[in-house]
């Protein structure tokens, strides 16, 4: 037991501090980029997101929005003092979006302190949680998913049979005011066994608080005044739905069994709300149905297995299915808020399994922001949309390849995380004396670790 609670203090142990007297060290291959209001990539395959592909592509960045999209004249025109970036024979794709997490309100799973993903009580309704309070944007979860592409998250609480509203942030590490896109983009909850121990009492439930939602919208003074019949939710919960009932934001509800995606899409259809389906393990079984009403389900291709018996009929080609039948396909990981970056390897497994290559990039880009109601401003390589964008080594969707540059809101990131300084500080033995050399043999180029990475020896023990 002894190595593994060695390696567990190891990880939670503070990154390593550059000695005061030590010059920065910079990378060769990769300097540190300074800031510049304006940024020209040329040279890649631009895959705008909707299926679009510019070849040889120029993308100009100016104040944090797309300024302009064309070809190899473009770049021509860009202000001298410009930061410019070679994307010369790599892929050029819009940020990538990670749907239904808790990024930012959790950072270590087993610390309760770290924990601010939901609302405690015992009250199933927790509509006027407001996840953006919570979130953290000095998260060291946040830059370890921006190295790996991910730009942007929908932040959803947890819990009860509605847990609360969605924030939508992009990945700016340490910006606590700016991060925050917009709140309140979507109300999540969760049908199933999330209350009564029954999902027929889950929907019972739920359809009482919307009915009662209605009711107070109309009689909110008589509320004020204890002139109506008690509600099923406190005041602020029964406010904080209205959003929803007047179709403004998606109701997000985490549904996998056949049977309950229907009761979903009853209940949207009986209350005319805009419905978005998280997990729909079974939901290649209503695919029909669900095109229909036009309803985009959230899924996880690697989810293939039966982890119980909602999902007994869960199959590699979910997403296949429903997107043959015209669904609006969303992919995302939706085990934990550590690996949000794994979402291209859910894409790449889903067109393993029928999915087109063009309709899985969509997926983990624009069908997400689309799904949120973020469409006008993230998703896609438009002008005047956010400038979230990145730059790929080879195809985004294999294993093999990986991000050179990141851009969040125009701004070239430092491709510097916990991980990777933690990595540095411990790629060779030799500094902590009498141990034999470790260095990795990757033999890729190293991002730029900038000032902050630079590592000196601990003292002696």
Known sequence: MSHI??????????????????????????????????????????????????????????????????????????????????AAGKVVTPGLVACDNQLGLVEIDLEGSTHDDARAGDHPI??????????????????????????????????????????????????H??????????????????????????????????????????RKDAYERAQTRPFAAHALD???????????????????????ILAALDLAREYKLRLVVVGGAEAWKVAPELAAAKVPVIVQPSRNLPSSFDTLGARLDNAALLAAAGVPVVIAWLDDSHNLRNVT?????????GLPWATALRAITLEPALAYGQGAT?????????????????????????????????????????????????RSLDKFGGGKSTKSTDARPRPDTGAAATTAAPPQK
Do not use: C
């Open 378 to 426: 993230h998703g896609s390589v438009a002008v005047g949309k956010v400038a979230n964008l990145v730059v790929w080594s080879g195809d985004p969707l294999e294993l093999s390849s990986r991000p050179t540059d990141v851009l969040v809101r125009g701004r070239a990131i430092p491709m510097v995380s916990r991980q990777t300084l933690l990595r540095d500080r411990y």
């Open 177 to 218: 005011r700016g991060a925050l896109a917009k709140a309140g983009v979507a109300l999540d909850g969760n049908l199933g066994h999330s209350f009564g121990g029954s999902r027929a009492a889950a929907l019972a439930k739920l359809q009482e608080v919307l009915s009662d939602a209605q009711v107070f919208r109309g």
């Open 345 to 353: 390897q859910e894409a790449g497994i889903a067109v393993a399994n």
């Open 126 to 175: 927790r509509a006027a949680y407001d996840a953006s309070r919570a979130f953290h944007a000095e998260s060291s979860l946040i830059q370890v998913q921006a190295l790996g592409g991910v730009t942007t998250a929908a932040v959803a609480p947890a819990g009860g049979l509605l847990s609360g509203q969605v924030a939508w942030v992009d990945l700016v590490h340490g910006d």
């Open 5 to 86: 609670l060695l390696a567990a203090l190891t990880l939670l142990a503070p990154a390593p501090a550059a000695r005061p007297a030590a010059a920065p060290a910079r990378s060769a291959a990769a300097p540190a980029r300074p800031a510049s209001p304006v940024v020209v990539v040329s040279g890649g395959d631009l895959h705008v997101g909707d299926g679009t592909v510019v070849k040889n592509a120029t993308v100009v960045v100016r104040d944090g929005k797309f300024a302009g999209i064309g070809g190899p004249e473009l770049a021509a025109s860009a202000p001298a003092d410009a930061l410019r970036i070679d």
């Open 238 to 260: 029964l406010q904080a739905l209205q959003p929803t009932l007047a179709g403004q934001i998606p109701l997000t509800l985490s549904a996998d069994r056949a049977s309950d």
